[in-house]
């Protein structure tokens, strides 16, 4: 027996841990909600990370983490080519919890019994336990959870105790608490299921004997560590946007190696209405961190012109980024290194797991050059934004840049939709987008919108405005409320403020004389348009 594979084999308390955190990761098999589950085990203090369906054993090993979570899926096990669950992971002496067609497979794998079920059982369910066990010790006999599958449990394996039924499954939780394997045909990560967090947490702190310290402070440290390691006094640039990704991966930086580090803001014309004076005086006057301006606005508008694919322009931008960037540490001495302020939801989104489909290619992923002179520097690789923002807030960032909303590399070029990029266009854009900003921000809702942008579509709308016929250009309000941006919803604004935002912008810019609202969730639909 190798040492990993007997390091793997012992008791879950004295499992190795990455980085001083123990680790629980996630086995992907696919569903809607694996993003998801990783969240909320991470908001427990745990470490947890997304692993596709394929992971081999040594993979696990190599790993040696605390635990692993297989997750839902829309597959049948029955189904040609759906994916399978490898018997040698529940070998390694590890906990192990199934949640829905994780939970299937494991019955299907260990010889309990998956049908069909007559109907399928989506949404709120009433789950009934008829045996606490370890998972569900403490909590009601009666409770809410949602549910989200067609095929069910009707018997489970030889040896493991049936824990609940619902309506619609007979075996709707099990486990072997001898082998600490689990399973439970609910979703505890989401909302609607009122227990699910404690359940989540009874099989992190109880079952794996995690400790609870993944945490913005030790985040720091670790990253602090892993950026020194890298760089060595080796030279760092990095592309601040003023955005609260770019921000907290400069200082992060900034505080690892100091004057090593320059910034460099590139003022590319797509931004929003004075943000680029915001930015310089933020880093400049008030953090003090080296920093070169550059005027390049005509220089991208001339790259984007006549281009009105999305994916093109993110491209062309992300380039014309990196060629500026190089010509700026052309000037610097030893700049070998380039910070980007990538997210887990970026690379995720981006096709970045083995099996992932590519959503849309993220200005931080997507579209860097192959002649690359730099060596990346991403630091917030593996943070949702939501851990971003509680880094940042651990660094002292202000307020108005910690709570800042996401906005996109390639600013509002890719907020023209379907139409070029012209000067003309970014302008009214950004006028919309300025009058939308200050009525929310009146109204006192802008912390509780994830997002709020104008979309400017190359349309045009017939309107009547002084008793004249218009021929004028449509504004789309886009406002969506979420967590982590892996699913979001629309938000209900007022209709007296949404009044108030398009009697504005038709009556402060001629151009304009129709203004909609996007009512789309994610998914069906993405948070931006393109």
């Given at each position: 027996?190798?040492?990993?594979?007997?390091?793997?084999?012992?008791?879950?308390?004295?499992?190795?841990?990455?980085?001083?955190?123990?680790?629980?990761?996630?086995?992907?098999?696919?569903?809607?909600?694996?993003?998801?589950?990783?969240?909320?085990?991470?908001?427990?203090?745990?470490?947890?990370?997304?692993?596709?369906?394929?992971?081999?054993?040594?993979?696990?090993?190599?790993?040696?983490?605390?635990?692993?979570?297989?997750?839902?899926?829309?597959?049948?096990?029955?189904?040609?080519?759906?994916?399978?669950?490898?018997?040698?992971?529940?070998?390694?002496?590890?906990?192990?919890?199934?949640?829905?067609?994780?939970?299937?497979?494991?019955?299907?794998?260990?010889?309990?019994?998956?049908?069909?079920?007559?109907?399928?059982?989506?949404?709120?369910?009433?789950?009934?336990?008829?045996?606490?066990?370890?998972?569900?010790?403490?909590?009601?006999?009666?409770?809410?959870?949602?549910?989200?599958?067609?095929?069910?449990?009707?018997?489970?394996?030889?040896?493991?105790?049936?824990?609940?039924?619902?309506?619609?499954?007979?075996?709707?939780?099990?486990?072997?608490?001898?082998?600490?394997?689990?399973?439970?045909?609910?979703?505890?990560?989401?909302?609607?299921?009122?227990?699910?967090?404690?359940?989540?947490?009874?099989?992190?702190?109880?079952?794996?004997?995690?400790?609870?310290?993944?945490?913005?402070?030790?985040?720091?440290?670790?990253?602090?560590?892993?950026?020194?390691?890298?760089?060595?006094?080796?030279?760092?640039?990095?592309?601040?946007?003023?955005?609260?990704?770019?921000?907290?991966?400069?200082?992060?930086?900034?505080?690892?190696?100091?004057?090593?580090?320059?910034?460099?803001?590139?003022?590319?014309?797509?931004?929003?209405?004075?943000?680029?004076?915001?930015?310089?005086?933020?880093?400049?006057?008030?953090?003090?961190?080296?920093?070169?301006?550059?005027?390049?606005?005509?220089?991208?508008?001339?790259?984007?012109?006549?281009?009105?694919?999305?994916?093109?322009?993110?491209?062309?931008?992300?380039?014309?980024?990196?060629?500026?960037?190089?010509?700026?540490?052309?000037?610097?001495?030893?700049?070998?290194?380039?910070?980007?302020?990538?997210?887990y939801s970026d690379v995720i989104e981006s096709g970045g797991r083995v099996g992932a489909a590519t959503i849309k290619s993220h200005?931080?992923?997507?579209?860097?050059?192959?002649?690359?002179?730099?060596?990346?520097?991403?630091?917030?690789?593996?943070?949702?934004?939501?851990?971003?923002?509680?880094?940042?807030?651990?660094?002292?960032?202000?307020?108005?840049?910690?709570?800042?909303?996401?906005?996109?590399?390639?600013?509002?070029?890719?907020?023209?939709?379907?139409?070029?990029?012209?000067?003309?266009?970014?302008?009214?854009?950004?006028?919309?987008?300025?009058?939308?900003?200050?009525?929310?921000?009146?109204?006192?809702?802008?912390?509780?919108?994830?997002?709020?942008?104008?979309?400017?579509?190359?349309?045009?709308?017939?309107?009547?405005?002084?008793?004249?016929?218009?021929?004028?250009?449509?504004?789309?309000?886009?406002?969506?409320?979420?967590?982590?941006?892996?699913?979001?919803?629309?938000?209900?604004?007022?209709?007296?403020?949404?009044?108030?935002?398009?009697?504005?912008?038709?009556?402060?810019?001629?151009?304009?004389?129709?203004?909609?609202?996007?009512?789309?969730?994610?998914?069906?639909g993405t948070i931006e348009w393109e």
């Open positions: 027996m190798t040492q990993a594979l007997a390091d793997a084999q012992t008791p879950a308390s004295a499992s190795p841990r990455r980085g001083g955190h123990h680790e629980v990761l996630v086995v992907d098999f696919g569903g809607q909600y694996s993003q998801l589950i990783a969240r909320r085990v991470r908001e427990c203090g745990v470490f947890s990370e997304l692993l596709p369906a394929d992971v081999g054993v040594a993979e696990i090993v190599r790993r040696a983490p605390a635990g692993l979570i297989l997750s839902g899926g829309p597959a049948s096990v029955y189904a040609p080519g759906a994916p399978a669950l490898d018997r040698g992971l529940l070998e390694l002496g590890i906990p192990v919890l199934g949640i829905c067609y994780g939970m299937q497979l494991l019955a299907h794998s260990l010889g309990g019994l998956v049908e069909r079920a007559e109907v399928g059982e989506f949404g709120r369910a009433e789950l009934h336990l008829r045996a606490f066990g370890r998972l569900f010790a403490g909590l009601p006999a009666e409770q809410t959870c949602w549910m989200s599958h067609r095929d069910t449990v009707k018997r489970g394996p030889e040896g493991f105790t049936e824990l609940a039924s619902s309506g619609v499954s007979p075996v709707a939780a099990f486990e072997h608490e001898e082998r600490a394997i689990y399973g439970i045909q609910f979703h505890p990560e989401v909302v609607h299921t009122p227990y699910g967090q404690q359940i989540l947490t009874r099989f992190l702190q109880d079952i794996c004997g995690c400790e609870r310290n993944w945490t913005p402070a030790s985040i720091i440290d670790e990253q602090i560590a892993r950026i020194r390691a890298q760089v060595g006094s080796g030279h760092v640039i990095c592309g601040l946007s003023g955005g609260v990704d770019s921000s907290v991966a400069a200082l992060l930086v900034h505080r690892a190696v100091g004057d090593q580090l320059t910034c460099v803001f590139v003022d590319h014309g797509l931004m929003r209405k004075g943000e680029g004076e915001q930015v310089i005086a933020a880093f400049r006057d008030t953090f003090k961190v080296p920093l070169l301006a550059v005027d390049a606005e005509q220089r991208f508008l001339e790259r984007l012109r006549g281009v009105t694919d999305p994916e093109t322009k993110r491209k062309l931008i992300g380039a014309e980024f990196i060629r500026v960037f190089e010509e700026e540490a052309s000037k610097l001495s030893d700049a070998r290194y380039l910070v980007q302020g990538t997210l200005h931080n992923v997507g579209g860097l050059p192959d002649d690359l002179a730099f060596e990346l520097v991403e630091p917030l690789r593996m943070l949702f934004k939501d851990e971003v923002r509680a880094v940042g807030a651990e660094l002292g960032l202000p307020e108005r840049l910690v709570w800042r909303q996401p906005f996109p590399g390639p600013g509002l070029a890719i907020r023209i939709v379907g139409g070029e990029a012209t000067k003309e266009r970014l302008d009214l854009l950004r006028d919309a987008d300025y009058i939308l900003q200050d009525e929310i921000r009146k109204a006192g809702l802008y912390r509780e919108l994830w997002q709020s942008f104008c979309v400017l579509p190359d349309i045009r709308s017939v309107g009547v405005q002084g008793d004249e016929r218009t021929y004028g250009n449509v504004i789309v309000i886009r406002a969506v409320t979420s967590d982590d941006a892996m699913t979001a919803d629309w938000a209900r604004l007022p209709y007296d403020l949404l009044e108030q935002i398009a009697s504005r912008m038709m009556g402060e810019l001629h151009e304009v004389n129709r203004v909609v609202l996007d009512i789309t969730s994610k998914p069906p």
